[in-house]
């Protein structure tokens, strides 16, 4: 294993330089400008604010899963998953200025030269992108949502700002709002012509180029953390599993405006988020592929193993990338 010297003064492998310089070529060679490639204007992908497509699955929505969601006429069913849908797309937004603003401040702190930069810039540039595409999104769906909790809004500025100088921490916490996301959209996806079509389509250019800023995050951990003291190691493996459920429930959790919105009583949103065995397993399903990865960093600790089962986000490890969720069937 070739070893050179890094932009940060340590050492790091030549295998890392390679990725880092695949996947910045991945980003020349495969990328997606949101007026370019959809055709928004496009009759086919029209939206249709009645489209019965707006329900949510009871498979892959914890809320659909309720019993006191499925008794809804299909009229009030439509209108909830068309607000759950578009206010998740402006979550998912906020967090991307989130990731650019912790990154920014990590990219902008390496010295002339680093491979890391690079690659920095192409996936802010595609981030960029996505917030551009959520939003026209949000916009043409034609609900207006508040997207992120008030307190999480509120500390937005400050955890991006915060997370450029606790890297490590960083690139977690990019994890844990990636990851449930990508597995929400994959989910979607599987399904097939469950979603309309112009959120499925957001949602393939969003897979794409997320799978590049997934792997990233993960090399940049595995060369990282493999420098880091024992220390830095427990805080780590301690805060995997913490930033996991926290940006869990702050991406794929409605705020309390949704509740009072549709009068959803409160036992209902406390069994979908997270108190079910049918919404633990999709929550705990989130995870398989972030578990590998911190068995194979060796934060998979005792330790932090009980917090990860403490938290509710304990589980299997995936045996490959994106391995579907076979168990997370919906309980009868």
Not at 214 to 238: D, P, Q, T
Not at 293 to 319: E, H, I, T
Request: with cysteine; glycine share 8%; aromatic share 10%.
């Amino acid at each position: 294993m070739t070893l050179t010297e890094s932009s940060r003064g340590g050492l790091i492998t030549e295998e890392y330089r390679d990725a880092l310089a695949t996947l910045s070529q991945g980003s020349v060679d495969r990328h997606f400008d949101p007026y370019l490639d959809i055709d928004w204007d496009s009759p086919e992908l029209a939206i249709d604010p009645d489209d019965p497509r707006w329900a949510l699955s009871p498979d892959v929505d914890p809320l659909g899963a309720t019993q006191w969601y499925r008794d809804q006429p299909l009229e009030r069913q439509i209108a909830i998953g068309k607000w759950r849908t578009a206010n998740a797309i402006k979550v998912g937004a906020a967090f991307e200025s989130i990731l650019i603003r912790g990154m920014m401040q990590y990219a902008m702190k390496l010295p002339n030269g680093s491979p890391e930069f690079r690659y920095c810039m192409h996936e802010m540039t595609e981030e960029c992108n996505h917030i551009q595409m959520f939003q026209e999104l949000v916009n043409r769906i034609g609900v207006d949502v508040p997207g992120m909790r008030p307190l999480f809004r509120a500390l937005s500025p400050l955890i991006g700002v915060a997370g450029g100088y606790a890297y490590a921490i960083l690139f977690i916490g990019i994890l844990g709002g990636e990851e449930p996301i990508d597995h929400y959209q994959k989910a979607v996806i599987r399904e097939g012509e469950r979603m309309p079509p112009m959120v499925l389509r957001t949602m393939q250019i969003h897979i794409a180029e997320e799978a590049r800023h997934i792997s990233f995050a993960g090399e940049f951990l595995a060369v990282h953390v493999a420098r880091m003291g024992k220390f830095n190691r427990g805080a780590c493996s301690v805060a995997f599993p913490i930033a996991m459920r926290w940006l869990a429930g702050e991406i794929m959790a409605p705020p309390r405006s949704f509740a009072r919105e549709f009068d959803i009583p409160r036992e209902v949103i406390e069994q979908a988020f997270w108190k079910s065995e049918h919404s633990r397993r999709i929550l705990s399903g989130y995870f398989g592929d972030m578990r590998k990865l911190a068995d194979d960093l060796g934060l998979m600790n005792p330790v932090a193993k009980r917090l990860w089962n403490a938290l509710g986000v304990g589980g299997p490890a995936s045996r490959y990338r994106s391995e579907p969720e076979r168990h997370g069937r919906r309980a009868a």
